[in-house]
């Protein structure tokens, strides 16, 4: 009994990789700052002379920050486009980011997390 030999492997669209690569880098993004500000939650009290309790809001606010924009960026992709809308996620996320970098104070820094979320 002989068997069939397996059809070809179906090559996947170079155009395809390209947005798995790019939603993933994204994503990729967002789960390492949140990764970073974890793990540098001492040294942000120290820096900004706060609370741990009031440090804590610094990972708090980005979490209810992304949790409010999630309902919002279906209605968004569907009005303005998937790709518009992940540009623009990307450009406020770089935003925020360069904003948290220059943060001066908590208080600073918690609201630019906020709109790092969004």
């Given at each position: 009994?002989?068997?069939?030999?397996?059809?070809?492997?179906?090559?996947?669209?170079?155009?395809?990789?390209r947005?798995?690569?790019?939603?993933?880098?994204?994503?990729?993004?967002?789960?390492?700052?949140?990764?970073?500000?974890?793990?540098?939650?001492?040294?942000?009290?120290?820096?900004?002379?706060?609370?741990?309790?009031?440090?804590?809001?610094?990972?708090?606010?980005?979490?209810?920050?992304?949790?409010?924009?999630?309902?919002?960026s279906?209605?968004?992709?569907?009005?303005?486009?998937?790709?518009?809308?992940?540009?623009?996620?990307?450009?406020?996320?770089?935003?925020?980011?360069?904003?948290?970098?220059?943060?001066?104070?908590?208080?600073?820094?918690?609201?630019?997390?906020?709109?790092?979320?969004?």
């Amino acid at each position: 009994m002989t068997e069939a030999p397996a059809p070809p492997a179906e090559r996947v669209d170079r155009e395809l990789l390209r947005i798995a690569f790019i939603l993933v880098l994204g994503t990729f993004m967002a789960t390492l700052d949140a990764t970073i500000v974890s793990v540098g939650l001492d040294r942000l009290t120290e820096e900004f002379d706060a609370s741990v309790a009031e440090i804590q809001w610094v990972s708090s606010a980005y979490l209810l920050a992304v949790v409010a924009a999630v309902p919002a960026s279906g209605w968004l992709a569907g009005r303005f486009g998937g790709r518009r809308v992940w540009l623009a996620a990307i450009g406020v996320f770089l935003v925020g980011s360069v904003l948290c970098a220059l943060a001066w104070s908590a208080t600073s820094l918690i609201v630019f997390r906020v709109i790092q979320g969004l």
